[in-house]
């Protein structure tokens, strides 16, 4: 058992001034092994005054030094890869194939964007079309960022958000989720290693109530939040009130297009990782799997095979590939989305239920669904669990606007044996990531949503504009 009364704050534990303490629960075992403070208004105050003491100072040092402290920082985490991949399956039952992977993805990011801190120091002079004279543009930091990440990556996440922030120059509070605060606790540790300046980066551990006082807080000039479209329209609204930037990566409905002249191989060999990685619980997992009509039955079976045969059991076993959800609530939630798929008319081909085949933990039995019709609520709402639905669509017209018929615009997938006509269809898809035979990413690319899925973007140089704003200075000559 881990107790921890301490926040991070202006580079060090400090005692939270909350009394309140939050549970963190072994998603397999169903044990509480730590605890960890449920931050307050007060915790969040002193991490902001912390950070916005030491803004000038950060936003007056150089990008290229700013990128050294990013590299050194991968290098620490590099350092503690083997225990934080232990405490991400530990808190949120990630299996160990995926969790192992976490650490050094995320020292990647950092070393790419270290790499952009050219982007900040090339000379930006444009001369006036209009009349005589140019003008310097001039990329200066936001301020201080609150950066509100979300238990199903906790520690990729808040890189993504915590490498463009520093090299742009701001400083940061970092809100995990109450769920999965203690890789970002060993995060700070190597925060604190790689030499990165006290009051930089400061953590608040904690719940609504910690994350809506570093949204409304008078010293923030930006907010990063990932997680579900209805925080994010809360938060919104706040940040709009005070006119203030901010990036939302939000939920999402993602379809996978099979074209008819798919690869079924192909098909079978990325299906998993589009559709059901870790679990379930990823933000633009393909859970609507559109098959043309007349191969529905095949495709379905062919589904239905792959995941069945995909093994589930202890997320420590380097073999499985499902493990537990993140706790009994999100477990309760995915369930009763089974119920109201079978009582639509869905038939599920695998799975359907709860899992019985362990004593503890929180298991549900990865699920294909079929004969799944657009208007199905298991179609509509993202159900954030190992749930797939296969739906039938006439023709490619049919299968576009199956595809677009969503509030939700975060990704997609196109199978298809023709690249150039996979394309075309990826083209008119109203969604922010479409990956062709594969699980799209590119670290280097933007990453974002359209419609309910978010604003603004992540990854490669239009996420390090995030956290910066514009001056231009204008000369006669």
Known sequence: MHHHNEVFVDGHWVPSHSSRRTQVINPATEEVWAHVPDGDERDIDDAVRAARTAFPGWASTTPEYRASLLRRLADEIDARAADLAKIIT?????????????????????????????????????RNPMAPGRTVVRRVPVGVAGLITPWNFPLGLIIIKLGPALLAGCTVVVKPAPETPMASRLLMDAVAAAGIPAGVVNLVTGSTRA??????????????????????RSIARSCGERLRPVTLELGGKSPAIVLDDADLAVLAANLLEVSMRNTGQTCKACTRLLVPAGRHDELADLASSVVAAAPMGDPLDPSTFFGPLVSARQRDRVAGY???GRAEGAVPVTGGSVSTRFERGYFVEPTVFAQVSPEMRIAREEIFGPVLSVIPYRNLDDAVAI??????????????????????????????NVGINHYGSNAAAPFGGHKDSGLGTEFGAEGLDAYLQFTSIHYQS
Do not use: C, M, W
């Not at 677009?404 to 083209?427: C, H, I, K, M, W």
């Open 403 to 432: 595809a677009n018929d969503s509030p939700y615009g975060l990704a997609a997938t196109v199978f298809g044996a023709d690249e150039q006509r996979a394309t075309e269809v990826a083209d008119r898809l109203a969604t922010g």
């Open 211 to 232: 994350g809506s006082a570093l949204v409304e807080h008078p010293g923030v000039d930006k907010v990063s939040f990932t997680g579900s479209t209805e925080v994010g």
């Open 338 to 340: 089974l119920e109201v």
């Open 90 to 126: 530990a808190e949120n039952g990630t299996p160990v194939a995926e969790s192992a992977t976490a650490p050094g993805h995320s020292a990647a990011h950092l070393r790419l964007t270290a790499d952009l801190a050219e982007v900040l120091t090339i000379p930006d002079d444009r």
